[in-house]
Structures are given as structure tokens and as C-alpha cells.
């Protein structure tokens, strides 16, 4: 079995021992070193070789930026994974733009931590939930905008159709329409079909459709 090889960068040793410890219950995974600064990670980066960094944002010294610009510098085929609490729109997109392959938050579930590894393993870039949602697009009274699809769903729902009738008529799953309707509940702030059906009348989604209400 070919295992990832990994190195976790973080200043905070229970945070560090704890995904330490999670990782080394996979069997294709190996901890290849556990450091606290990203003078450390870029002084052993060379020598220990690993896959996948996973790197804390806000470390003493050099920070996560800095540290990513140099490891991939030191060692371009690394893949970084920022692991941090901060949800913010400029640190996950300015993480990004210095390299990063991937962000996550730290209160993610624990085995989002393997499913990320995994994922930029592949040449993918992994966002968490949290950081798609703070990425997303704003209305402009700052809620989180609807993708197209969504849009298109909703007109669909609006209708009075059910999930199954929606599921049909775009050739998706009953389970793809229920999630996309729990996101566009979300998104609204809206908790019932009546109240999607409102929203929909009165930002013009039913113009042109017939529908009367």
C-alpha cells in the first residue's frame, strides 16, 4: 500500500497530537513529522518528504502565508492544506493565491481532515462547507446568493411541484432536489414551501410562467 505522507504545522500542541493521533488510524496515511512554526516546517520540509502539509494560518515567526510560499518554493510537488479557525472571505481566498490546495476550518468533523487529504491528493482543491459558504457570493442584503440551479429549483418549487415531480422534470435525483431545497431554505431564511413560494412572487421568479397566485 502506497500511504500519504504528512506533516501537521501548528503551534498549539493538543491540537497537533490530536490530529496526529486521527490520522495514524489510517493505514495509507503516515505522520512523516509533527512541528510548531513554519521555521521548523520549512527547515525538515526537504528532508522528510511529505505528500501533504496540513498548516495552521496563525503561528509565532513566520506565518502560514509565508510558510506556504516557501515550502512550495522548497518543494513545489508538496500540497498544502491550511487548517485554520479563521472563516473569513480574505483568508481562505489570499491562502489560495499564495498556493494553498485546500482550506479547512478547524471545527470541521474529524474525518473531513482524510477526505481533504485525499481530495488534493487527486491535483483537486478542497474547500470545507464553511469556506465555500464564506467564498459564496452576496445579495446584496448580504445573504448567500443562489447558483443557478438553485434558481431554477426553486422556480420549479415554486409551482407547487414536489420533489419527486422536480426530480423528473430535470432528470436529477429526489435526493439532489432535497438537498438543494434545504440550501435554498438556508439561504432565504426560509422554512416553508409557502414562504419559497412568496419569495418567489415577489422578486419576479414566476413572471412569464403562467403561474397565478
Known sequence: MTQTRVMIVDDHPMVAEG???????????QVVATVSSGQEAIDCVCEVAPDVVLLDLNMPGIGGLSTTEILLERR?????????????????????????????????????IKTAIDAVMTGATYLCTG????????????????????????????QGKSNKDVAHALDISVRTVETHRKNIKRKLGISSTAGLTRYALDHGVLQGTGVNI
Open 19 to 29: 490530529i496526529e493521533a486521527l490520522l495514524e488510524t489510517w493505514d495509507d496515511l
Open 131 to 158: 469556506a465555500k459558504a464564506s467564498l459564496a457570493p452576496k445579495t446584496k442584503d448580504g445573504r448567500e446568493a443562489l447558483t443557478g440551479r438553485e434558481q431554477t429549483i426553486l422556480l420549479e418549487l415554486a
Open 76 to 112: 513545489p510537488e508538496t500540497r498544502i492544506l491550511i487548517l485554520s479557525m479563521h472563516d473569513s472571505p480574505e483568508y481562505i481566498s489570499t491562502a489560495l493565491s499564495h498556493g494553498a490546495q485546500g482550506y479547512l476550518l478547524k471545527d470541521v468533523p474529524t474525518e473531513e
